[in-house]
């Protein structure tokens, strides 16, 4: 196994069209996450009708925005141990198959 430098493992990840393609998407995800976190207490606090009795503090809007943050994290942690159980059985699978032929 070669070791490689922090740069020239990214300069390899951005060379390949897959992972230019991850890479766009991850930045994306994110983009929409922070705006959202950003805009969270703007969305929150505006009172869209007169009907609607609760107003929200402000304390609650950042209480909310924890929420979201912490359950991100566990649905993170989640979703990558299930991402790296599958895409090992498949690439277990995927050499096997080629090993046959």
Not at 25 to 46: D, H, N, R
Request: glycine residues 8%; negative net charge.
């Amino acid at each position: 196994v070669v070791a490689m430098s922090y740069l020239s493992s990214i300069a390899t990840l951005l060379k390949s069209p897959s992972g230019l393609c991850l890479t766009i998407y991850y930045g994306c995800v994110v983009g929409v996450f922070y705006a959202l976190e950003t805009f969270l207490s703007q969305f929150v606090l505006w009172k869209r009708n007169e009907e609607y009795h609760h107003e929200w503090t402000s304390s609650e809007a950042g209480l909310l925005g924890l929420i979201i943050i912490l359950v991100g994290c566990v649905g993170n942690i989640v979703s990558g141990y299930q991402l790296d159980h599958s895409i090992t059985a498949t690439s277990n699978i995927t050499c096997a198959a080629h090993q046959k032929e």
